[in-house]
């Protein structure tokens, strides 16, 4: 069964960068997408940004466009979320999330598998 293991959340200034790391165990993240999501207290689950299996197609909520970066290294079992110009709005749990990728539909919908969330605090 798929394992999926987020870390390097913590506290920043804002304007500050944080790399998130997603590790997975248990199977090959080869053939599956990933996407990062988030969520802050009383607020909805929002999706942050989508990478498919190859790591070819990206995508990123307008909110977080030209200042976050998500990639992934196959070899190494590992999706990344690089976070720049932080602002306190960014603040809340993020989780990684997968699915097998099937027929060419790289949407980071329907995710089956997540993991538990690292917590990226952006304050003064």
């Known amino acids: 069964q798929l394992r999926l293991v987020e870390s390097g959340g913590g506290l920043v200034q804002p304007g500050g960068s944080l790399r998130l790391s997603c590790a997975a165990s248990?199977?090959?993240?080869?053939?599956?997408?990933i996407g990062w999501f988030r969520q802050a207290p009383g607020k909805e689950r929002e999706e942050v940004s989508c990478i498919n299996s190859s790591g070819g197609s990206t995508g990123y909520a307008d909110s977080v466009k030209g200042r976050f970066t998500i990639s992934r290294d196959n070899r190494k079992n590992t999706v990344y979320l690089q976070m720049n110009s932080l602002k306190p709005e960014d603040t809340a749990v993020y989780y990684c999330?997968?699915?097998?990728?099937?027929?060419?539909?790289?949407?980071?919908?329907?995710?089956?598998?997540w993991g538990k969330g690292t917590l990226v605090t952006v304050s003064l």
């Open positions: 999330a997968a699915r097998l990728q099937l027929f060419g539909d790289s949407r980071c919908v329907g995710m089956d598998y």
């Open positions: 248990g199977a090959t993240l080869d053939y599956y997408k």
